[in-house]
């Protein structure tokens, strides 16, 4: 055994239990012929036959000064058992009590590396992924914005977990342990039957998979029927933001596969892997944009952001000075890009606000078209801040 496997091994005995080994052991057709409290365990694996195919003692002494290597003993020769290399023999020990998520990032990097910017916003993406399943889950009809449904804060802090990234292109492990953590039986007006108590983070685990799924078909070919229920079918405007937040120029695809815990039913899913192609890439904002319109239709707003951009509309036949702006603002509890398009003195106050730096407060139909936000209607600026604090400075007349 080479010293990187050995390495590998020692690993993943300083990342596991006894109590994690038992439980995959029992899942896997192994028989416990003895067990002493405290001290050791003794497994058997036969074959239909009746022939023997291994035995190994699991250690439960963890005081023990050697309770380490006699623990990675046991590691090495269940993985040496079942043909399985330390990564391959975690995955399955932690799949027993655990459901597994894999997001590989398919990309014409040889060396299996990415850079740091990009992983940093594919976890963050990853994080609004699990975010938004969970939130589906709990709610199917919740509109994805304010205040999360009961039960998802809990399932983000405590059951969800980024685990070890596997080998082939760049791999990123989600695991979602199945604890005792039980679906309330009313959540945010969605009632639950009482006789169905099913764990929470199988059920985000599975609504995610649908989604998944729904989202690949979608954009391949659109259904309008989804659009009456689409948290029924798992997908959402977020969890499709999410896609498009790790999906990049350069990858090929993004390939999302799950191992379902051995300890539990396997959902009622139907792909294994779900492949987002550059294509189906293409197609997310499309989708997520029909989504939007569903989710969070046109409405009176008021913003409050920073004018990030201004550019003069140069076709404009009025005296007035027009220019289309984009204000980046909070939108219940998203920052967003928000894009006007205003003239006269309020376009005036909006290069003050964007020269100095300053709040811009604006009313208006905020609405998503054409892949953006859009703020429309009759827009009324509130320029009562930017007064004040230009006070004694030249005034919009002033400015240009």
Do not use: C
């Amino acid at each position: 055994m080479s010293v990187a496997e050995l390495s590998s091994y020692r690993e993943a005995a300083s990342t596991l239990t006894p109590s994690a080994v038992s439980q995959f052991l029992a899942a896997h057709d192994w028989e416990l012929e003895t067990r002493q409290e405290q001290i050791r365990e003794i497994w058997r694996l036969t074959s239909s036959s009746g022939a023997l195919e291994g035995r190994i003692m699991v250690p439960l002494a963890t005081a023990y000064t050697d309770f380490q290597q006699r623990f990675q003993e046991t590691l090495e020769s269940l993985g040496y058992i079942h043909n399985w290399d330390a990564q391959e023999l975690h995955e399955h020990i932690i799949g027993t009590h655990a459901d597994l998520f894999f997001v590989r990032l398919d990309q014409t990097m040889t060396d299996g590396t990415i850079p740091f910017h990009q992983a940093e916003k594919t976890i963050q993406a990853l994080y609004k992924m699990m975010r938004a399943a969970a939130t589906t889950a709990a709610s199917p009809s919740h509109p994805h914005r304010g205040r999360l449904p009961s039960g998802v804060s809990d399932f983000l802090d405590e059951d969800v977990r980024l685990g070890h990234t596997k080998s082939g292109s760049f791999v990123f492990t989600i695991v979602t342990r199945l604890g005792e953590s039980l679906l309330p039986a009313e959540v945010e007006g969605d009632v639950e039957p009482a006789d169905a108590p099913q764990r929470f983070p199988r059920r985000v685990m599975e609504t995610l998979a649908r989604g998944l799924e729904t989202t690949e078909r979608l954009s391949r070919q659109w259904d309008e029927r989804v659009i009456d229920a689409p948290g029924s079918q798992g997908v959402s405007a977020s969890l499709i933001e999410s896609l498009e937040d790790i999906a990049a120029p350069h990858l090929r695809s993004v390939d999302l596969s799950f191992e379902w815990a051995a300890a539990a039913p396997r959902p009622d899913v139907g792909l294994a892997t779900i492949v987002l192609d550059r294509d189906v890439m293409a197609e997310l904002p499309r989708v997520r944009e029909r989504l939007v319109r569903q989710e969070e239709p046109p409405r009176q707003e008021t913003l409050v952001g920073l004018v990030k951009t201004l550019s003069r509309d140069e076709a404009s036949t009025d005296d007035e000075e027009t220019a289309s702006v984009v204000l980046t603002a909070d939108v219940h509890g998203k920052l967003r890009r928000v894009h006007m398009t205003l003239s006269g003195e309020d376009h005036n106050w909006a290069v003050i606000a964007y020269q100095r730096k300053l709040p811009f407060t604006v009313t208006g139909m905020l609405g998503f078209e054409r892949r953006a936000w859009h703020l429309t209607g009759d827009l009324v600026v509130d320029s009562s801040f930017l007064r004040h604090a230009t006070r004694g400075q030249p005034g919009p007349e002033n400015s240009s």
